[in-house]
């Protein structure tokens, strides 16, 4: 792949421009002093421990359905030339029902639970930063 610089304005034909940010900080006329970060509010790190603690949580409910699928799944049977079919056709069920079962459990926990929790306090945390420094 034949990655071109380019400066900002300038079009190049046969491709996407790829441009580093170190490449338009160094073009533009940004000091390195002007940036300033500020400090979480109490409400925000308050939004930010109870992310910490989701995402722990989530975490620690993954690992528990992926536990619980591993240890749950039936081994797989020894064929002999007389019930093949049989053992075949019990051991697609038996699997279905427990993979089936650790689907419902991380859909009803992970997806409808953790997941909007997530984006409520994400969305609130930054989306008041952002509202209050476009108020000002």
């Known amino acids: 792949m034949n990655e071109e610089r380019a400066t900002i304005g300038q079009t190049v034909t046969g491709g996407p421009i790829v441009k580093t940010g170190d490449a338009i900080l160094e073009e533009s006329d940004f000091e390195e002093k002007s940036l300033t970060v500020d400090t979480l509010t109490a409400i925000q790190h308050a939004g930010m ?20 699928h591993f240890f749950k799944t039936p081994k797989t049977p ?4 007389t019930n093949v079919g049989p053992l075949i056709a019990n051991y697609k069920e038996l699997s279905g029902l427990v993979l089936s079962s650790t689907k419902e459990l991380f859909d009803m926990i992970v997806i409808k639970v953790l997941y909007p929790l997530v984006t409520l306090v994400l969305g609130y945390v ?8 476009t108020r000002e």
Do not use: S
Not at 52 to 66: C, D, E, K, R
Not at 78 to 81: G, M, R, S, V
Not at 126 to 133: D, W
């Open 49 to 68: 421990n109870i992310l910490l603690f989701v995402g722990i949580v989530g975490a620690a409910v993954i690992l528990g359905l992926g536990l619980q």
């Open 78 to 81: 020894t064929l002999d030339a």
């Open 126 to 133: 930054f989306g008041k930063r952002t509202a209050e420094t």
